[in-house]
């Protein structure tokens, strides 16, 4: 009925999860959505390759696949979990994904941590927070998270969180790191 | 059908190749809602845009609507542009994109998500 409907309009909150290609996005984006992720796809028009040193032939255009998901944290406010398309010819869908994003979680991955350097520079650059989340597959191989920001030349005080991604608790953890994160920046901004 | 094989239909052309919606820009976490229960009948009006004004009558946040509709992002912001023109839908701009975020909205997050 026309008279029943609500009408009242959630604030909506982005956050971006990035990282190389296999860092777990897609599964962190899973394992934290209150909804079954979904995913949307932006078809992009004169995509011309031109920096692709991978043999990729030019393309007039290209589809790519945007995963999402969603955490209702109150009826007025939502957040939303963008997983970044990983190659980086589509970073320019970067630029409308990070307006007025919250903060970003780069996903690294011990095995190909330079996978995480272009996302990581991306953030730096564009003055988007970002936390950085060590995907921890197997427990052999286990990382400091000193090793890791050290690794990755991070500015001091970016928090290096290991996690699964698999694990609800564990992301949604690492969300809270973040929020807190950009809560710290927000009040020493404001001090100045 | 072959899904593999793409779209039947070029994704753009019911948008008439128009790639750019008319108005502002429409941010993904927009929230986007009817202003009457159905499009009615108007000369430009494509099966989309029904779909759109019927799926939007509670409020519905832009991604979602693509997804729900099986649309691209881009062809729904167009569609939208379309049905703002009309004054058919009523679509709202996440606060968060042209100021700072609030530490109390952020506050409210992170205990939010404590309590998942």
Redesign the interface.
Same mark, same amino acid.
């Given at each position: 009925m026309?008279s029943e409907?609500?009408?009242?309009?959630? +604030?909506?909150?982005?956050i971006l999860i990035a990282g190389g290609f296999g860092a777990g996005k897609t599964t962190m984006v899973g394992s934290v959505s209150e909804i079954r992720p979904?995913?949307? /796809? /932006? +078809?992009?028009?004169g995509v011309d390759g031109a920096d692709d040193t991978d043999g990729v032939e030019e393309k007039r255009t290209t589809?790519v696949t945007?995963d999402?998901g969603?955490?209702t944290?109150?009826d007025d406010?939502?957040?939303?979990l963008?997983g970044t398309p990983g190659q980086d010819r589509f970073w320019y869908l970067w630029d /409308?994904?990070s307006?007025?994003a919250?903060g970003a979680v780069v996903l690294a991955d011990t095995r190909r941590l330079a996978d995480c350097f272009p996302s990581i520079d991306y953030f730096e650059q564009r003055g988007t927070p970002f936390v950085v989340a060590v995907n921890c597959f197997d427990t052999d191989k286990r990382f400091t998270t000193d090793a890791v920001a050290r690794a990755l030349d991070l500015d001091p005080g970016v928090p290096v969180v290991l996690f699964d991604a698999r694990e609800p608790v564990a992301a949604?953890n690492v969300?809270?790191e973040l +929020? /807190?994160y +950009?809560?710290r920046r927000?009040?020493t901004?404001?001090g100045r | 059908m072959d899904h593999d094989a793409g779209p039947v239909v070029r994704p753009y052309a019911m948008t008439g190749g128009r790639v750019v919606p008319s108005g502002t820009g429409i941010d993904l976490v927009a929230f986007v809602v009817s202003t009457m229960p159905d499009a009615g009948s108007g000369p430009h009006m494509h099966p989309e845009h029904h779909a759109i004004v019927a799926a939007s009558w509670e409020p519905i946040s832009v991604v979602e609507l693509a997804a729900k509709l099986d649309l691209s992002a881009g062809v729904v912001r167009v569609l939208l542009g379309d049905l703002r023109s009309a004054g058919l839908i009523s679509l709202y701009e996440p606060p968060a994109a042209t100021q700072p975020h609030d530490v109390d909205v952020l506050k409210a997050v992170v205990d939010g998500l404590r309590a998942l």
């Open positions: 026309a409907r609500s009408d009242r309009i959630p +604030v909506a909150l982005k979904l995913q949307t /796809e /932006e +078809v992009l028009t589809t945007m999402f969603r955490i944290i109150t406010l939502q957040l939303y963008f /409308e994904l307006h007025g919250l949604r969300l809270i +929020v /807190e +950009v809560a927000q009040l901004t404001a | -």
